[in-house]
């Protein structure tokens, strides 16, 4: 398969041209380069940005992952973008829903570019078992008040947009490399913003958690989930309505993972020889 050299094709005023999109792009902060989306979208939050505001850079320099973890994009290959959300009274209680949006509403559009996309608890997306893309989502309490949410969607989407495997926590993977062709970052953007926007309406609904668990990585399968130092292994068995993700342990205890700061990955090689000698 041969790619053509990497052509930056997002044009701003394209985007600006379709935007808003149901609640998301009220406003469009684009930048030719910047440390953080999720950084910026936070200082605009206290400069009045409105919900629905949407900040995108071509290049990205300091991206942040979750627990204080680094995001690395390339300019031209990925995307990388945020959105500030501000939740009405029904939606503020639902903030794991809130946390699997952006996995729930990119696996939507790659399904349905014909690419077999799942959510890797809380909310990471893979393909063909590697990550394709990640999300941050960070809060803006008032006590124990939701005000706002900064959703950060980092997408790789070109081959060459993210770093060697063996510098990853987990092997990656890009868009193009699982679809076999080239795909325009504009539109890409504008697609994830359609179903950002439709899934956001739904979030409350009971198809936003059917959704979520049927597209759910490693349903039946044993995997090893870290939080903080301690490490529970067990079979995935779904999602609670809460969001919470339920483990059945091996002597058939259910175990529900409550923190979405937890990190889980497959049970292979190493891990089941530690199992083993437990
Ligand atoms: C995430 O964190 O996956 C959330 C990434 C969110 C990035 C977006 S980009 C726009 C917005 N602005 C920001 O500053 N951030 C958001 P986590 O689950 O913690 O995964 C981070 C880990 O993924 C790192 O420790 C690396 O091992 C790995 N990683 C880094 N870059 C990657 C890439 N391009 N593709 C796949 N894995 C990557």
Request: aromatic share 6%.
């Amino acid at each position: 398969m041969r790619f053509h050299p990497w052509v930056w094709t997002m044009d701003e005023k394209v985007i600006r041209s379709k935007l808003p999109i149901g609640d998301m792009g009220a406003e469009l902060y684009f930048h030719e380069e910047l440390g953080s989306t999720n950084v910026e979208a936070n200082r605009l939050i206290d400069d009045g940005a409105p919900h629905g505001a949407l900040v995108v850079t071509k290049s990205q320099t300091a991206g942040k992952g979750r627990l204080d973890r680094q995001w690395i994009s390339i300019s031209g290959a990925s995307l990388t973008f945020s959105l500030v959300l501000q939740p009405d009274h029904t939606k503020t209680a639902l903030w794991s829903r809130l946390n699997a949006l952006g996995a729930i509403a990119i696996v939507d559009v790659l399904q349905r570019y014909g690419i077999k996309a799942q959510v890797k608890w809380p909310n990471d997306v893979l393909v063909n078992g590697d990550k394709v893309a990640g999300v941050l989502v960070e809060g803006k309490w008032s006590g124990s008040e939701l005000k706002w949410v900064i959703l950060g969607i980092g997408i790789n989407v070109r081959p060459g947009s993210y770093p060697p495997n063996n510098l990853l926590d987990y092997p990656a993977i890009s868009i193009e490399e699982a679809l076999g062709q080239r795909i325009e970052l504009d539109s890409l953007l504008l697609d994830i913003l359609k179903s950002l926007s439709r899934w956001y309406n739904q979030v409350d609904a009971d198809l936003f958690i059917e959704t979520w668990q049927k597209n759910l990585a490693f349903l039946g399968k044993n995997v090893v989930v870290q939080k903080g130092d301690e490490r529970i292994i067990g079979v995935v068995k779904g999602i609670r309505d809460d969001g919470v993700l339920c483990l059945q342990g091996n002597r058939g205890e259910l175990i529900a993972i409550e923190t979405l700061d937890s990190s889980l990955r497959p049970l292979e090689g190493e891990d089941l020889l530690d199992e083993e000698r437990h």
